[in-house]
T-cell receptor, first 111, second 113 residues
């Protein structure tokens, strides 16, 4: 069974600092990995999707890397802003089509 | 606008009263699924469907039913809700299995008293 772990569980940084969020998974047989953002009590907003054959994806201030062989992905957010405060979720789709989520990293960016 | 819709968004009900949460997508996606989100447990998959008339259990299917009679709709049915089914529920869809990202609905907050 795929296990997805996100470290740290919570992170508080001053505005302007770069954020580094980690995701690890136990089974490297995945189709893709997706990073989401979730605001309190709200739905999930997709940030980046990385296919298993890719090493990274970029969108604006966001960059996500994937090392499938070691079972790791990292989400980098450059020059953080208070509006980046949210919970960030990592999810993998395994070869059995199951989607598995990590518990998330809750980010607070202090103005 | 491409979207996944869920209804109702909020529901308070009593133990044992059957309910249905609807999910509909307008993107002609083949893959649809239901999740529940609970504090400390994260998002867990309840059921998924790879196409019309094809459904399969996720990690926490007990107490739930689903059906996929049409491609666009994937209702979640609670035949006899219990308080431990109080949760935030999300429906999601995807163009196909594996190689595409998931699109999530806005969520349904269910309280069973």
């Amino acid at each position: 069974k795929q296990e997805v772990t996100q470290i740290p569980a919570a992170l508080s940084v001053p505005e302007g600092e770069n954020l580094v969020l980690n995701c690890s998974f136990t089974d490297s047989a995945i189709y893709n990995l997706q990073w989401f953002r979730q605001d309190p009590g709200k739905g999930l907003t997709s940030l980046l999707l990385i296919q298993s054959s890719q090493r990274e994806q970029t969108s604006g201030r966001l960059n996500a890397s994937l090392d499938k062989s070691s079972g790791r992905s990292t989400l980098y957010i450059a020059a953080s802003q208070p509006g980046d405060s949210a919970t960030y979720l990592c999810a993998v789709i395994s070869n059995d089509y199951k989607l598995s989520f990590g518990a998330g990293t809750t980010v607070t960016v202090r103005a | 606008e491409a979207q996944v819709t869920q209804n109702p968004r909020y529901l308070i009900t009593v133990t044992g009263k059957k309910l249905t949460v609807t999910c509909s997508q307008n993107m002609n996606h083949e893959y649809m699924s239901w999740y529940r989100q609970d504090p400390g447990l994260g998002l867990r998959q309840i059921y998924y469907s790879m196409n019309v008339e094809v459904t399969d259990k996720g990690d926490v299917p007990e107490g739930y039913k689903v059906s996929r009679k049409e491609k666009r709709n994937f209702p979640l049915i609670l035949e006899s809700p219990s308080p431990n089914q109080t949760s935030l529920y999300f429906c999601a869809s995807s163009p196909g299995t594996g190689f595409h990202g998931q699109y999530f609905g806005p969520g349904t907050r269910l309280t069973v008293t």
